[in-house]
């Protein structure tokens, strides 16, 4: 089967920036506390009538543009959210008329910051097996729109923002996606969750005087339970294609907090500088957070042909996953 190779990477941020002295005037908190804690000092929010589906298309052109390929060339568009434009249909489906893509078939992957990584993954089973050439993945996510803005724990963490990649077969031995590997423990849901808007507790008066269609978390438990996962996770990837930390040029992850991915980082002996960071810019992006991190980085220069990538992401559910690749 034929490798995949990521061939163009896109990312957009809405204009508005919402920083953390902004945030002084809105809740109990101060710009120190919050970047203590997260190293988080910006994030981007939607302009009113901006949806996730516009995010994801602006990404999405700017991937096509660096690839060199035609709305109409793609095969597949995947996109990760748990913040699409309506319930039904998919916030994929939305994309692909945006972009004209008539060619492609589209649908939406629900694993909240490990989305793109997911995402990633099913598309490049349809590449390996040769049934499309030329896929579009995308994570997008407005979570600004389902925070609680007066909960000073979960509001100062997230932005709104959107990342893609577009991916195609390759024969060279030397590049290309090596392997995925992905996992979930539904055991840990209530840790991080929506609770209210579903069908166990449907859209009523009570549930939004709750506020339990807002984002609820346990700080303490999803770092402890990220820390182990993500550094176990990225471990096994190595061994599954014979490299060790020493072999990682790279490493693009999900950020959703300092203290995690310094944490990650220790337990896997990899220094600092290695990992992209730009959550100090973006805060935790969920979803787009991995493809936007990989944007910049490509962006930049930082990526040379033959480098070995470590890439990982956590998210709600729980989710999460590693990925190996050859740049």
């Known amino acids: 089967m034929a490798r995949t190779q990521i061939i163009g990477t896109g990312s957009y941020a809405p204009e508005k920036v919402l920083t953390n002295a902004d945030l002084e005037k809105i809740v109990d908190t101060t710009d120190e506390w919050i970047t203590e804690r997260t190293g988080i000092r910006k994030r981007r929010v939607a302009a009113p009538g901006e949806t996730t ?5 602006q990404a999405a052109r700017r991937a096509l543009e660096m690839a060199g390929v035609r709305p109409e060339e793609l095969g597949l568009i995947v996109v ?22 008539k060619n492609a078939f589209a649908f939406d992957v629900s694993a909240a910051c490990s989305g793109s990584l997911y995402a990633l993954t099913v598309a490049d089973q349809f590449i390996r097996t040769g049934q499309v050439k030329r896929a579009l993945v995308i994570g997008a996510e407005m979570l600004s729109r389902t925070v609680n803005w007066e909960d ?27 392997s995925t590997h992905l996992y979930t423990d539904g055991s840990f849901a209530e840790i991080l ?3 209210g808007g579903g069908t166990s507790r449907p859209p009523c008066e009570e549930m939004l005087k709750e506020k339990l269609h807002t984002l609820h978390m346990n700080g303490r438990e ?21 490299l060790s930390v020493r072999d990682v040029d790279h490493v693009i992850s999900h950020q959703a907090n300092i203290r995690i991915l310094e944490a990650v980082l220790q337990r896997l002996e990899l220094p600092v500088d290695k990992c992209w960071l730009n959550l ?16 910049e980085a490509n962006r930049a220069g930082r990526l040379k042909q033959g480098d070995v990538v470590a890439m990982m992401a956590i998210g709600a559910g729980m989710t999460w996953g590693s990925a190996v690749m050859r740049w």
């Open 53 to 57: 589906s516009d995010m994801a298309v």
């Open 80 to 101: 990760g959210t748990v913040t699409p434009d309506m319930p039904m249909p998919s916030c994929a489906a939305v994309v692909q008329a945006k972009l004209g893509a």
């Open 152 to 178: 000073r724990n979960t509001c100062v963490l997230f932005g709104d923002a959107a990342g893609a990649m577009v991916i195609a077969p390759t024969d060279d031995a030397e590049r290309g996606l090596l």
């Open 193 to 195: 969750c929506i609770p």
């Open 222 to 242: 999803v770092f402890k339970f990220a820390v182990r996962a993500l550094a176990d996770s990225t471990h096994t990837a190595l061994k599954a294609n014979g």
């Open 280 to 295: 100090h810019e973006y805060g935790n992006t969920s979803s787009a957070s991995l493809p936007m991190t990989l944007d």
